[in-house]
């Protein structure tokens, strides 16, 4: 895909950004209004796909547009022209096909730099998902909006292999009854969680802690935005991770890794991408 300068954009909460500013070298777009506190990169495509990075009020989002009508959380391969790769987690965003990134910090730096990202994986029913992005070759208006939410552009552990979603905190044998409820008994239709057309819960990610797991157990657990770190439930969260199990089906596959936790929040992301000439 060859990026074009298209119309309009809109991004979180009906807030209606334009970025129609010309761009004097191949960067990313870029907007800002200081009286909302907001600074937004984005390259979009033609036929309506889009990637869109949003400081607004020091919270950063990463949402991609253009994978086809998809209404559910995705678990995708990574890839970069310089032989870079990760796992990623996208959630839908609250329109069709917009979906939002559960680690946006170590997603947005991974778009750094130019030449194709690839995002390829399968949605629930095995059905093939691909997008390749062509990025601009210069991240210098990338790096304005993590910075301006006081993100570092680079971090030691996005080398590290990010822990699958596979991996759980919640031992899964703990959870098993061994008995039915009084209610099963009776009859009584049992709680079988949120639908996938739910609205997703997504951390936000200034709440964000990392830990590195070692011997199935996190350590090095850190806060990894310095607005947690100054706060005083900061130490509390650390300490409650430190330590524990990691329960997976095979925990020694994931040693080394990183493990990211945060808490959570329902939030609609984007309510819709337009484009236009």
Known sequence: MKPSLLAAIAVPLLLHASLSSAQDADDWEFDQNPAEGRMVAAVRYEGGAALVVQCRAGALTAVLAGLGQVDERLVLSAARADGRSDMQVWAPSGGPGILRSEIPARDVRF????????LTG??????????????????????????????DTTD??????????????????????????????????????????????????????????????????????????????????????????????????????????????????????????
Not at 125 to 137: E, I, M, N, S, Y
């Open 111 to 118: 778009m750094r730099g130019g030449g194709i990202y690839s």
């Open 122 to 151: 399968s949605d629930r029913a095995g059905a093939r998902v691909r997008a390749d992005f062509d990025l601009p070759t210069q991240s210098a208006n990338l790096d304005r909006v993590l910075s301006g939410c006081g993100w």
């Open 156 to 277: 030691d552990r996005d080398q590290l292999t990010r822990a699958g979603i596979d991996v759980s905190l919640a031992d899964p044998a703990a959870q098993r009854p061994s008995r039915l409820s009084a209610a099963s008994r009776r009859g009584a239709p049992r709680d079988r969680g949120p639908s996938p057309t739910d609205t997703p819960v997504v951390a936000p990610a200034e709440t964000q802690i990392s830990c590195v797991v070692r011997e199935r157990r996190l350590s090095d657990c850190r806060p990894d935005h310095a607005r947690l770190a100054d706060t005083r439930a900061s130490d509390r969260i650390v300490e409650a991770l430190e330590g524990r199990t990691i329960f997976a089906p095979d925990p020694s596959a994931h040693e080394g890794q990183v493990y990211y936790a945060g808490g959570a929040r329902t939030v609609t992301v984007v309510d819709y991408i337009t484009v236009g000439r």
